[in-house]
């Protein structure tokens, strides 16, 4: 059977307001535990924005554009999204899924950097911080964030990933709390068609991802 058949695959188009994606996971996390909704993954973009995560520093926040600034309740420092920039909310039950939540982020991670290899793009994660880097003019760079909550087992929030952004705007923050490195996008590295492809890989990628939350080895 095809696990990936029970998941909702949502994809919005244009700009969800964040207020109303943070309502939706919500209630659709609580329907889930109660046993009233299925899994959800949903591919959407936001207007130019801030969320601040449980650890964030305020001294880490400049802002001169004046963007709206949201406590996001997930873990990390403070992230930007914006229009050019793919978010992926993933509202799992880990009840149902081994109950490991490092196991989980660490997927989400392999799931995306397998993601982004599809499209010629080679990614890796970096044991001392979270996020998906490349090596880009002698250094890393940052090309995604990811960032969780998982209440009462179910899931919330999840990664993005640079696909073309302006980059400019990650300058009224320090990234997730990495002032040292910069920050690129799918753009910046040559790949100007990144949205359609890179959903795609991701939907392509589900089945593997779902599979090594319980401990499996993904097919390459």
């Known amino acids: 059977m095809d696990e990936t058949a029970e998941i909702e695959w949502r994809v919005t188009p244009g700009l969800t307001p964040y207020p109303d994606a943070l309502g939706e996971m919500e209630a659709r996390a609580q329907a889930i535990r109660e046993g009233l909704a299925g899994e959800l993954v949903w591919l959407l973009e936001h207007p130019p924005l801030y969320t601040s995560g449980t650890s964030s520093d ?19 420092r403070h992230t930007y999204h914006g229009p050019g920039q793919r978010v992926v909310y993933v509202l799992l039950d880990l009840d149902a899924r081994g109950r490991d939540v ?17 499209l010629g ?32 087992w179910v899931t919330m929030h999840g990664f993005s990933v640079n696909l073309c952004p302006e980059l ?9 709390g990495i002032a040292h490195l910069p920050v690129t996008s799918l753009d910046e590295m040559g790949v100007s068609d990144g949205q359609e492809r890179f959903d795609l890989a991701l939907r392509r990628r589900l089945g593997g991802f779902l599979f090594s939350l319980e401990g499996g080895t993904r097919e390459a």
């Open 102 to 118: 490092r196991r989980f982020v660490h997927s989400l991670e392999r799931w995306v950097i397998e993601a982004l290899g599809d």
């Open 58 to 76: 305020p001294a880490e926040l400049f802002n001169p554009e004046g963007f709206p600034v949201f406590e996001a309740g997930r873990g990390g």
């Open 168 to 176: 400019s705007h990650f300058s009224g923050i320090v990234p997730c």
């Open 121 to 152: 793009i080679e990614a890796h994660s970096a044991p001392d911080r979270i996020g998906i880097w490349v090596r880009r003019a002698g250094t890393e760079a940052k090309v995604g964030a990811i960032g969780v909550r998982v209440r009462r």
